[in-house]
């Protein structure tokens, strides 16, 4: 699938500004949106709106089908009536440039079970209201329209926090092996709790569709993020161990990752499972096209983080600390994307392709006709050959300065060699004074069909604003930025070059 000649702005929800101690889905949302339509751009690229999990990551998320419940407006549950007039008085102490995991997290959760204690009460009384009503409904169609995989999400969830998060093979009574007298018995001693996540993840999906419907009548679309691996403690993981490498207790026997590369002398080790990809074959891939399916409902183009793995991944046995001491070996192939196709039609999806790709990457992306990427960052340590050099880009592909996983253009400017920092000059005739906005114009001006650009880009904001560094398991994912630093040449600036270059 080919898109159009476009720009657009890479920024996670939870980068947003807002008082509630991290961005939500709430007004600086729409209003992101907004600024957005003013400076010419019409896609906006997250990462994955999954929760969140081990060092606060996106790509670790408890779910691959649910929404990340701290995304939630929790103004919007207080204009329902479910929150008290004085819930959301006293926010957790916050940098406004800064998330503080430790103190938000906490704080929303006990204003979300607030909320669904007050939805609970008002609808289940004689006296509820005709709107209440109404939303009880909504509720209700929701949770049988998402049933595949929301019961077996909330149930999940409920005992995670019963257990005090303690892993799922460590479960007694038969519930890690989803014995079905375990079950039943489950459902009825976590009935409380199992209503809470249901009713948070309805808060999310019906969030999320408003700001998106707000996105497209401002003629943005949303780019989002599918990680290819799901973390071991998770709904699906649990819920279909038949499609894991994993052990009879249900521990993997191997984990992903990749092994040492530009990011770390180590290499990666991730900690997923890994998939039995014979299983998902037998089944016609089934659990795969639901997930794209899922996703495609909820975003307009679908970022595949770590395309290599379709192709060939690295498989770490599980004692190793490290991803040094691994192997390549075979993935699906173009069999998944085939099944995929035939189920739901043209795919509108970005591989990420990045890093030393072997020739059949090369052939399954050439075989998909997916899009592939371009980051500038890596373009001016070689010469004139370069692949990520704009002259040599492919128009079927998306150009970036950088993604969440690189430094700022103005960090990695600091931190370039020598030859980096003469080859960018020379290319791009600057002497570095705004190696960022000049890095952006050569993306813009490149004739990949779509360009990119980090917020953080767009802010000239230095090292310390960067998202996440790979292979270090702590300390990132926590920036954000305030509307004082959003100045106005900032969008008529970006907006004057998307037009110069075609794509406005």
Known sequence: MRFPRASGVLLHPTSLPGPHGSGDLGPAAYHFIDWMQSAGQTLWQTLPLGGIGPGNSPYMSSSAFAGNVLLIDLAELQQRGWLGAGALAKPPPSDARRIDFASMVPWRMARLAEAASAFAASTSTSTSTSTSA???????????????????????????????????????????QRQPAAMAAARTRHAQAIAFWQFCQWCFFRQWAALRAHAHARGVQIVGDAPIFIAHQSAEVWARQDLFELDASGRPTVVAGVPPDYFSATGQRWGNPLYRWAAHAAEGHAWWIERMRHTLELVDIVRIDHFRGFADYWEIPAAEPTAVHGRWLPGPGLALFD?????????????????????????????????????????????????????????????????????????????????????????????????????????????????????????????????????????????????????????????????????A
């Not at 005090?164 to 038969?174: I, K, L, Q, S, T």
């Open 134 to 176: 109404a939303e009880r409904a909504d509720f209700t169609a929701f949770c049988q329209r998402h049933a595949s995989w929301l019961d077996d999400y909330a149930l999940f969830m409920a005992r995670c926090e019963a257990t005090g998060w303690a892993e799922w093979p460590g479960w007694p009574d038969g519930l890690a």
């Open 339 to 503: 099944a995929m196709r035939a189920a739901l039609g043209p795919l509108p999806l970005i591989a990420e392709d990045l890093g030393d790709l072997s020739q059949p990457v090369r052939d399954l992306l050439a075989a998909t006709g997916f899009p592939g990427m371009a980051v500038l960052q890596f373009a001016f340590a070689g010469d004139a050959s370069g692949p990520f050099l704009p002259h040599n880009h492919q128009q079927h592909s998306v150009v970036y300065t950088g993604t969440h996983d690189n430094d700022t253009t103005v960090g990695w400017w600091a931190g370039a060699t020598e030859h980096e920092h003469h080859h960018a000059r020379a290319y791009l005739g600057t002497d570095g004074h705004d190696i960022g906005w000049a890095m952006m114009r050569a993306g813009a001006a490149s004739v990949a069909d779509t360009v990119v650009h980090p917020m953080q880009d767009i802010l000239v904001l230095p090292t310390d604003c960067r998202m996440n560094r790979p292979g270090s398991p702590s300390g990132w994912w926590v920036w954000r930025f305030d509307w004082s630093q959003v100045h106005p040449w900032h969008g008529h600036r970006l907006a004057d070059m998307t037009r110069l270059f075609g794509r």
